[in-house]
């Protein structure tokens, strides 16, 4: 066991002079494959983090939207909808919902904006999202002007703004009254966006909406597990256009890894022979080119993953920020919580690192093969 170790260690220090004496070919061979593991595992990184912030945001979505359709197109629902649906054995709680978006030409931003009871009393004071505070240039105690759909001005106080870190949901968002959201909208009485729906066995979900619909035929409950489900697929199929623009780099990477890993140059093939003519076995050559291939995938994997880490999680992946998280005149800006994922690491890891360490070998075995002479006469 102990010679073993040092036959090891031992090829293993000459594989480090023998890559430093051919360090420009290795190098740029290097940078190429940290370039594509970086690029990969911040793509993997991100979509893995979003998916993440998407699943703790909707963790106190409710457990069911109710919504009115009129000719496919989601309406108003009228609040009547409410005692029906409440009626219904298993349903806890349903709350009619204001809310919608609004256009300000000011700076082509679209706001989202929600009414909330707690709103209601004293002063008409608005809370707003950072995303709008920094829009705006407003401060606790400014007035928010905003035009309502009657051409009549709605003045708005600033009474608070969300923190930073709620810049993900409530970046643009400004929570009103429902009077004020009348008034801004021109809203009917009566009427809502949606119905939020609790109920009390998550289990019995499918069997209340049933009930809805056939109580409600123009509505369209929507559970909770299908807004999740959309929401990571959206993230993955984000990511999988993301992955088809990169394809085109992948590919480039592959053929040129391919190439420098199964064809020899005369320099390498004369030092092959050189080492058989002094005594190393086939087997020692083999493992000498195991041990080059496994130092350069395995450099780059390291780095590339600790720089796609360091690029996602500190400074919140700058590179794929405006493909994955969409774009808006009031972007988010949030720092992402880190989530590493070993399953989908190490499908990266087999991927990039095996084939390119086995393809360095095969092409060494026929070298080491053939008789020293002739080899060393390449």
């Known amino acids: 066991m102990k010679r073993t ?159 930073s870190s709620s810049d993900l949901i409530a970046a643009d968002m400004v929570v009103i009254s429902p009077a004020q959201f009348h008034t801004l909208f021109n809203f009917p009485e009566g009427q809502a966006t949606d119905l939020a729906v609790t109920v009390r066995n998550p289990k019995e979900l499918p069997t209340v909406a049933a ?9 369209r409950p929507i559970l909770k597990s299908e807004i999740q489900r959309t929401y990571q697929s959206i993230f993955d199929w984000r990511g999988g256009m993301t992955l088809m623009v990169l394809s085109a780099a992948l590919l480039s990477f592959i053929i040129f890894a391919w190439d420098k890993a199964t064809g020899l140059s005369a320099e390498e093939r004369k030092e092959i022979g050189i080492l058989k003519s002094i005594g190393w076995e086939t087997s020692d050559v083999l493992l000498l080119k195991f041990w080059e291939g496994t130092v350069i995938s395995l450099t780059a994997f390291l780095l590339g993953v600790v720089l796609a880490y360091g690029h996602v999680f500190f400074l919140s992946a700058p590179l794929f920020a405006q493909a ?28 990039t690192v095996v084939p390119y360490t086995t393809a360095t070998v095969i092409p060494c075995w026929r070298a080491a093969t053939t008789d020293p002479d002739a080899a060393m006469r390449y």
């Open 324 to 351: 994955l998280k969409g774009w808006s005149v009031i972007y988010p800006r949030f720092q992402l919580v880190p989530v590493v994922d070993a399953y989908q690491l190490a499908v990266l890891f087999f991927l």
């Open 5 to 163: 170790i040092e036959r090891h260690l031992n090829i293993l220090e000459f594989t480090l002079a023998s890559l430093l004496r051919r360090r420009g070919k290795n190098l740029s061979l290097l940078a190429m494959y940290l370039l594509v593991i970086f690029m990969l595992a911040s793509l993997q990184f991100f979509v893995s983090a979003l998916k993440r912030e998407a699943a703790v945001i909707l963790a106190d979505a409710p457990d069911m939207v109710v919504q009115r359709l009129m000719a496919g197109r989601q309406d108003l629902v009228p609040t009547e909808y409410a005692t029906g649906i409440a009626g219904i054995r298993g349903v806890t709680a349903v709350r009619p919902r204001l809310w919608g978006y609004y256009y300000d030409a000011l700076n082509g931003a679209n706001y989202t904006i929600m009414a909330d009871e707690q709103q209601a009393a004293g002063l008409p004071r608005a809370a707003i999202g950072a995303g709008v505070a920094r829009a705006r240039t407003l401060a606790v105690g400014d007035l928010l002007p905003l035009i309502s759909y009657n051409k009549t001005p709605v003045m708005l106080e600033v009474g608070s703004i969300f923190p």
């Open 211 to 219: 009930k809805i619909a056939t109580l409600f035929p123009d509505s």
